[in-house]
């Protein structure tokens, strides 16, 4: 469980709650779909028809965080791998805005395609400390007016885990969710359990586009899990301060969690933050740094304080390999955000560059991480067993508890065993060839592609995923 | 004619970001009778490339940057009818048109751009986000850019970059105009693939490879 470490007081977390009304009511947000503005309208909003621009009162708004569920259950196509995504729990996942990989083997980075989703997706589901999936990449070999479809297709066929993906406007909705009732059985049982989330952004700052508005519609009428996330820029899209960037975010993420509960009150919605600064020397978004851990543990306290599910970031680089770099600015997120409880904790596997360009080693190694830190959640277990006064005195002054069952009963619970990190001796080491942890990391990739089978979908369901594709093909041209 | 002072104290208005002493500088320049071109040359352009230089060696951000560039602008909307009657020429690299295409409403880095290239000797048009392509082949007609650039986020974007540039094949312009694309979808591949003049990673890189476009480098 997280929720240990903090960087926000409660006074301070509050004081961002009283700006973020202000913004709403004062400033308000820019919705271009004219569904939504009626809806705000008709719902006590201050609504200009014009502009497009709805500001939006404090009881509204309090309404609106009511209404959305406190916890939501994600479930995979094996009901083990079921997610409980609430209060202060932590899960970790991948990314999913890549359109480069790290090629295996060359080491070359080269265009991302659809057969790398098949193994990145296989992949996951093998690697233990993975909880949810994201595609990493968006395929860009295939149609990318439909690449929504594509990425669903592989994820129902590919992996046995909780999945969250893309949806296309109105139609790219319908047919990811009819694509996944398939697979569930029924659309009753997909709601019941859900094997997708969606993801969609909003447009910083205060904007909330039509066709992500649209798309939020259809997913919130069949009660569909959606993580609204914010991706703003400090000092670009949003204010440079940090507690700047967490109110904008805020002010952003909590309307359209508003317009989803209009829309249908009770569906399941996720906050979504995924903000990170600029680099003022070129432009560029800069994302392996301290800040975008701070601001990570500051969203995590905010959600926790409205009660709502959050989908949060860490474990991102800036670093264009899986190099020291890489795994220092990965591991200081991993380990504040996942101590700061941030429920689905995104890009924390398998990103480099920023967030373009996947690696299947770095997925290896980011496992790695995550295992550590969730040991490092696990804390320490204080009880009068663990405390051990027994086993003490049995053993005494310069015995040994080798050989104790205490020992026994309690090791493997007490301490992680790593798998890729290599604890050997010099000599060990060098026996086993001198590999660095890319050439063990590449090594484990190679062996889990090649054993880990996923079970096959049935021909039947198969064939009418294809057809979903063949039909949305046809309607795209 | 035109006294050295005030271009110092234009040049220091732009220096300063402060847009109000700028256009009132401007008002008095006009007043005595200084050229348009003169005001925007000898004063003002001064002050942006000064924050240019400095932003180059480290000393000064990309806010300050856009701080001074809207400064320039200000001065520039005001000056618009005076430029078109003054006998002057700008010391212009190129004129661009930017813009982010249709259906996408991304902005910032655009806007980035935007900046950076007026630093950089170039006079820009945005002409805004979400920009139907009739409208970027209509402005390629009207102003004459040397340089077009276009903007796309979305991987489900930046197929309005290939439909610009077979617009303008079919309205006999793609000649007529350098085409540049950008954004965070854009590849160097697509780029090849839709056959623009350039694409760039960053705002900077752009900035350098415009300069060559228009051969000034």
């Known amino acids: ?276 600064p600029m680099d003022m020397r070129n432009g560029s978004i800069v994302l392996g740094v301290p800040e975008v851990a701070l601001l990570g543990v500051g969203v995590s306290q905010l959600a926790q304080y409205y009660g709502i599910p959050l989908y949060s970031m860490a474990g991102i680089t800036d670093s264009k390999i899986p190099d020291p770099q890489a795994a220092y600015e990965k591991a200081l997120q991993q380990v504040l955000v996942g101590l700061a409880g941030g429920n689905l904790i995104h890009n924390a596997a398998g990103m480099l560059d920023k967030m373009i360009t996947g690696s299947l080693e770095q997925m290896v190694i980011d496992n790695e991480i995550i295992g550590m830190v969730k040991r490092i959640m696990r804390g320490i277990e204080v009880n009068s067993e663990t405390l051990a006064t027994d086993v003490i005195n049995k053993v005494g002054p310069a015995g040994n508890f080798l050989g104790e069952k205490h020992t026994r009963t309690h090791y493997l619970n007490e301490h992680d065993l790593s798998k890729l990190s290599d ?22 990739v190679k062996q889990k592609l090649r054993d880990h089978q996923i079970e096959p979908l049935e021909t039947s369901i198969a064939k009418e995923l294809e057809e979903i594709i063949r039909v949305a093909e046809k309607r795209s041209a | 004619m035109g006294s050295p002072k005030i271009f110092d104290e234009m040049t220091q208005s732009v220096e300063e970001f402060d847009i109000d002493r700028a256009l009132k500088l401007t008002e008095i320049a006009l007043r005595v009778g200084i050229d348009a071109i003169d005001i925007l040359e000898k004063g003002f352009s001064r002050g942006l490339k000064q924050i240019g230089n400095k932003f180059g060696r480290g000393e000064a951000f990309l806010t300050e940057l856009v701080a001074a560039a809207n400064v320039m602008e200000s001065v520039s909307e005001r000056l618009s009818d005076e430029i078109i009657k003054s006998k002057k ?52 007609r009207e102003l004459k850019p040397e340089i077009l650039g276009l903007s796309a986020l979305m991987s489900t974007t930046i197929t309005e970059q290939r439909e610009v540039l077979e617009a303008l094949k079919r309205a006999g312009l793609r000649d007529a105009v350098k085409v540049m694309v950008g954004g965070a979808a854009v590849t160097e591949k697509w780029s090849k693939e839709i056959e623009a003049d350039a694409y760039a990673e960053n705002a900077s890189d752009a900035v350098k490879i415009a300069q060559m476009l228009v051969g000034k480098r």
């Not at chain 1, 000599?427 to 086993?432: F, G, I, N, Y």
């Open chain 2, 89 to 140: 020429e700008r010391e212009l690299l190129g004129r661009v048109l930017i813009g982010t295409v249709a259906g996408d409403v991304h902005s910032i880095g655009k806007n980035i751009l935007k900046a950076m290239l007026e630093v950089g000797g170039f006079e820009v048009f945005d002409i805004g986000v979400d920009v139907p392509t009739s409208t970027f082949v209509e402005k390629v």
């Open chain 1, 1 to 276: 469980m997280g929720g240990k470490f903090k960087v926000l007081s409660s006074d301070q977390i509050y004081e961002i709650h009283a700006a973020t009304l202000e913004v709403l009511e004062k400033t308000g947000i820019l919705v271009k779909e004219p569904r939504a503005l009626k809806l705000l309208d008709e719902n006590g909003a201050d609504v200009d028809y014009k502009t497009k621009r709805a500001q939006i009162p404090s009881y509204m708004l309090n309404e609106g965080i009511a209404k959305a569920p406190k916890t939501i259950r994600l479930c995979g196509r094996d009901t083990k791998n079921t997610l409980r995504v609430e209060g202060k729990r932590s899960y970790f996942g991948l990314g999913g805005s890549g359109i480069y990989m790290l090629d295996l083997d060359s080491g070359e980075r080269r265009i991302a395609t659809k057969r790398d989703l098949e193994e990145i997706t296989r992949l996951a589901d093998a690697l233990e400390n993975i909880d949810f999936l994201m595609g990493l990449i968006i395929p860009q070999d295939v149609n990318q007016k439909i690449w929504d479809r594509h990425s669903a297709q592989v994820k129902l066929h590919s992996t046995m885990k909780h999945s969250f993906t893309g949806a296309l406007g109105e139609e790219g909705a319908r047919d990811v969710l009819k694509m996944a009732s398939l697979v569930a059985g029924g659309e009753k049982e997909l709601e019941e359990n859900p094997l997708f989330s969606f993801i969609l952004c909003t447009v910083s700052p205060l904007t909330h586009d039509s066709r992500n508005t649209e798309t939020a519609i259809e997913l919130a009428k069949h009660k569909a899990p959606i993580i609204f996330a914010c991706e703003s820029i400090c000092g670009g899209t949003a204010p440079v301060t940090l507690a700047g960037t967490l109110v904008l975010q805020n002010a952003e993420v909590l309307s359209a969690i508003l317009i989803a509960q209009l829309v249908n009150p009770g569906t399941p919605v996720i906050y979504g933050a995924v903000s990170s």
């Open chain 1, 423 to 444: 604890r050997n001796t010099r000599e060990a080491w060098e026996k086993a060839g001198s590999k660095d942890i890319i050439q063990r990391a590449k090594e484990t």
